[in-house]
């Protein structure tokens, strides 16, 4: 307990409080703005950290941290254009409420949730997490090639709609999966000599491509460049979420943030399949699952809360076991090391003050953001009323800018324009994009996953069922596709009866 | 803001040669240098890249923009680096063994060859290391050997990445022992870890200033270090030749400029790599970081890189690690 209060008190200092402020100003800017990932806003703070005493240092790389997976929901709400993949799926419902004069709402209940979420990972980071980091190792590479097909399963979620579309969509997105150097044997695939596809299409370009480049076009087009401004003018100004939508979401903040904190601690696993496996969780437990991808409220909060429970579980493996739960995990750890901290248990004794210190800078970090994006939300907003003409070329400024910026290369830029057309014709023939993007992260990680485990396994398949903890898997995958199978035909046998 | 640096960065690399033709190697250096990282920001290399920036700032005076340049390996940087104006104002890290390998394994589409780099100084060398979970029933190579023998290509030994180091350091002591190993391949050092300690391989091969703070905590146990003599910060683990199998393999950090730039500030950059990297300060830095020092500079340090990328070769063209 002492060792708590002293975090506290090293939280509390004028220093500290200036450093949390601009930490998560950083970071709600960095998560907002496309191409400009939470590892690369992390990592700009790294060197700056160099010369600060460590409890300092450890406070912006926090702050910069779980404020830019906040930040990323609010240009997904407004513009359909998400910061970083972890906001994908908070665009699937925030855009069309934002669309529907509803954006002020959406971004209210994406703070809250980002802070439900966020709080409870911190709390469980705070207590319980050394027996939880077992699970990271728990994790083989059996289990998580059914953490990849439960991912792919929740696709059927998304496209539940056009299915077909849906699927369609994937099946490209699996495919350019495949491209790149096999990392087993070396070859070339589908790379055609270009050195810039070695390690696989990159996601970024990608996803700035098809949701922002794509967005710039649909503004720019004169018949549409009405649609969102319309609904914007009918805003009504209510930024707090009313009290019966809080209240009827809060099972599925709850469950969403037991589902991220846990996705977060597997190292490689990845911020957007917990946002996806929460929202379709959501879905399928709501009296109204036709109502997702409309403007359904619940579907904010399912990907939020989700997204940014994550930040405390990927700090799990990496403060008790020095191993990091994703990239930017991996960029801290890196910032620990420069101020002579190695990650691991010692960080819980010779280095409590500052690990504790960091621990109760992020439950600020949390508050910070949320106050900050409630009061800042109805002013966010008027972004929607920028005209299309305007809106357009800057969101295509910034897209240039952030597909630039990840690697330093110009091909990424192009990579994007052509993604961005892509997007656009999806968009015009109703194939949906999101499932191409979940198929481009998750197909990479069953590929690796399955071929580690056949060789771990001398090729033999019983391997995936022969596991406790994959047997489990195994079977939620299977509840996830024949249950709404099932419901339908019974539904529909109730109806014909 | 990474761009704005770059933008920034190019403009005054403009308005430099337009206004100072003059500006001989005497005046090196009169702009920000940039240093080309082959690899992403928050890494090793990077993190080993921004405190030598930060020391040879004060000792060139002038600003040190770091750019990454990540993919392919390093291949992407080093295109960039060797295709570079050689003025002195662009330096790069280059990594060994992936720069010398990329030539002949990718001879087809590799946009660059050791000739097209001028090599400055090797700043750290990190040994090679074969590792097994503390739960572990071997306790030295031998018994590891014996394992294999009774059971061929039942175990399972991770690296990351195929023709990496630690993927020819693994290649390099099975051959050695006359054993076949059954390689897993891992992105990255955490999850090859996490594998470790999860009992999901027997054994990782990976490098030192990654296994130390686990082989300090004592969940790892390391079998082996693939170097001349035992390392500091891991003084428990025997070297391969120790126990009889000669292995030596390392991943290596140094700098290097475009081919062609001008004796004058090849010699003065020397001189700034060696005031940096015997500074107790940066020695310290890289010590917390677990990073070997291992100072060669200028020809020394070209000579090492050229034998090191022939006994490659050698290995290669006998026995490719990649099908052709």
Redesign the interface.
């Known amino acids: 307990m002492d060792i708590l209060v002293t975090a506290l008190a090293n939280v509390m200092t004028p220093v500290a409080l200036a450093t949390l402020v601009l930490g998560t100003l950083a970071g709600m800017l960095v998560g907002a703005l496309p191409g400009l990932s939470s590892t690369m806003g992390v990592a700009l703070c790294i060197p700056i950290t160099f010369s600060m005493p460590p409890e300092l240092a450890l406070i912006l790389l926090g702050a910069v941290y779980v404020s830019s997976v906040y930040g990323g929901s609010v240009t997904a709400i407004l513009l359909r254009t998400p910061g970083t993949d972890a906001s994908i799926a908070t665009a699937l419902d925030g855009y069309p409420m934002a669309v529907a004069g509803r954006g002020a709402e959406a971004i209210g209940m994406a703070t809250l949730a980002s802070l439900f979420g966020g709080l409870v990972s911190v709390v469980v980071l705070l207590a319980i997490a050394p027996p939880l980091s077992t699970i990271a190792l728990a994790f083989g590479p059996q289990e998580y090639t059914w953490l990849a097909i439960f991912g792919l399963v929740t696709i059927v979620g998304v496209v539940s709609e056009r299915p077909v579309k849906g699927v369609l969509s994937a099946a490209v997105g699996l495919m350019l999966a495949c491209v790149g150097l096999d990392s087993f044997t070396g070859e070339q695939r589908f790379t055609f000599g270009q050195s810039e596809l070695f390690d696989g299409v990159p996601l970024l370009p990608v996803l700035i491509g098809l949701f922002s480049v794509s967005q710039a076009f649909n503004l720019a087009v004169p018949s549409q460049s009405g649609v969102l401004s319309e609904g914007a003018q009918r805003f009504a100004g209510r930024s707090f979420p009313l009290w019966a939508d809080i209240r009827r979401c809060l099972r599925t903040l709850g469950r969403s943030s037991v589902i991220g904190s846990i996705v977060g601690i597997l190292p490689g696993a990845g911020t957007s399949i917990a946002a996806f496996i929460s929202y379709n969780e959501a879905r399928r437990h709501s009296a109204h699952p036709e109502r997702f991808g409309k403007g359904e409220i619940e579907g904010v909060a399912a990907s939020e809360a989700a997204n940014n429970a994550v930040t405390g579980g990927t700090l799990i493996p990496t403060l008790t076991l020095g191993i990091p739960g994703n990239a930017v995990t991996a960029v801290f750890v890196g910032g620990l090391t420069i101020h002579g901290m190695i990650p691991g248990p010692s960080l819980f004794t010779q280095h409590a003050e500052s690990t504790y210190t960091l621990i109760v800078s992020l439950l600020f970090a949390n508050v910070l953001f949320a106050v900050l994006g409630l009061w800042l939300c109805r002013y966010m907003v008027s972004v929607t009323r920028v005209p299309g003409g305007v809106l357009g070329p800057l969101i295509l400024l910034f897209s240039v800018v952030g597909s630039y910026a990840l690697r330093n290369e110009m091909f990424d830029v192009w990579l994007a324009v052509g993604f961005g057309l892509l997007g656009y014709f999806m968009e015009r023939w109703r194939y949906p994009a999101a499932p191409l993007v979940i198929a481009l992260i998750l197909g990479p990680i069953l590929e690796v996953n399955f071929r580690r485990a056949m060789q771990i396994a001398q090729w033999d398949l019983t391997t995936f069922v022969t596991r406790p903890l994959s047997l489990a898997l195994c079977l939620l995958v299977v509840l996830a596709l024949v249950v709404p199978v099932w419901r339908r035909w019974r539904l529909r046998r109730s109806l014909t009866l | 803001?990474?761009?704005l640096t770059?933008t920034t960065s190019t403009a005054l690399a403009v308005l430099g040669v337009a206004w100072g033709s003059q500006a001989w190697a005497a005046d090196y250096p009169s702009k920000p240098i940039e240093m080309v990282v082959a690899y992403?920001?928050?890494?090793?290399t990077?993190?080993m890249a921004?405190?030598f920036a930060?020391y040879a700032e004060e000792e060139l005076g002038q600003r040190m923009v770091?750019?990454?340049?990540?993919?392919?390996?390093g291949?992407?940087g080093w295109?960039y680096l060797a295709n570079s104006e050689p003025d002195g104002y662009t330096i790069g890290l280059i990594n060994s063994p992936s720069v010398e390998t990329h030539p002949f394994?990718?001879a087809?589409?590799?946009?660059y060859t050791l000739n097209d780099l001028l090599p400055l100084a090797n700043v750290v060398t990190d040994p090679g290391v074969l590792a097994v979970a503390a739960d572990s029933p071997w306790q030295s190579l031998d018994e590891m050997v014996q394992a294999v023998r009774a059971e061929p290509?039942?175990v399972?030994v991770s690296h990351e990445?195929?023709?990496g180091d630690d993927h020819l350091a693994a290649l390099n002591f099975a051959s050695t022992a006359g054993i076949e190993l059954?390689?897993?391949?891992?992105?990255?050092n955490?999850?090859a870890?996490?594998?470790l300690?999860?009992?999901?391989?027997d054994a990782f091969e990976g490098n030192m200033s990654e296994a130390a703070?686990?082989i300090?905590?004592g969940d790892v146990r390391g079998l082996a270090v693939w170097s001349g003599e035992r390392m500091d910060a891991i003084t428990d683990v025997p070297t391969g030749a120790e126990q009889g199998y000669e292995v030596i393999s390392s991943a290596s950090r140094g700098l290097a400029l475009p081919a062609g730039v001008p004796d004058e500030v090849y010699q003065r950059l020397i001189e700034v790599s060696r005031s940096v990297i015997e500074n107790p300060e940066f020695v310290a830095?890289l010590d917390?970081?677990n990073m070997p020092l291992d100072p060669l500079y200028g020809d020394e340090y070209a000579a090492s890189l050229e034998a090191s990328q022939q006994s490659l070769k050698a290995v290669w063209d006998k026995n490719p690690?990649?099908?052709p």
């Open positions: 803001m990474r761009l770059t992403g920001a928050g890494g090793s990077d993190t921004r405190i930060k770091v750019v990454n340049k990540p993919g392919a390996g291949e992407l295109v394994t990718r087809d589409t590799v946009g290509r039942s399972t990445g195929i023709g059954n390689f897993v391949s891992f992105n990255g955490a999850e870890t996490a594998a300690l999860g009992g999901h391989i703070s686990h300090g905590e830095e917390k970081l690690w990649i099908e």
